[in-house]
């Protein structure tokens, strides 16, 4: 059993930073299972959509509309995951969501990891406000 808490979420400015933080919570079995990470972000009225991913040997994936600007990355010892955002857009506005994954993660699929059905466990997310 895992559990997810995102943290981090606020409003800025357009050009700004901000960065996410998801905390891994649950027995050392379950933790130590997750092959790979990732976040998404859903905007009122629009579908959930994959921003970054990453596996336990830090590979990545990112969404095309943040490549440049958002890293993700993991401290695998803190059992945590980051997302830095940068050169934030109002587009970028949303809920953010952790998500994790038990299944493996094909290596040529570079997309695999930004789709919803690829994760087994879901925080409950934390809010992003980009004003202009």
């Known amino acids: 059993q895992v559990q997810l808490v995102e943290s981090g979420g606020g409003s800025v400015q357009a050009g700004g930073s901000l960065r996410l933080s998801c905390a891994v919570f649950g027995d050392t079995y379950s933790i130590y299972s997750i092959m790979y990470m990732g976040w998404f972000r859903q905007a009122p009225g629009k579908e959930r959509e994959g921003v970054a991913a990453?596996?336990?040997?830090?590979?990545?994936s990112y969404a095309d509309s943040v490549k440049g600007r958002f890293t993700v990355s993991q401290v695998n010892a803190e059992n945590t995951l980051y997302l830095h955002m940068n050169t934030l857009k109002p587009e970028d506005a949303g809920m953010y969501y952790c998500a994790a994954a038990r299944q493996s993660w094909p290596v040529a699929a570079t997309w695999y990891a930004l789709k919803t059905n690829a994760y087994n466990y879901w925080g409950q997310g934390t809010q992003v406000t980009v004003s202009s």
């Open positions: 990453i596996d336990r040997g830090g590979r990545t």
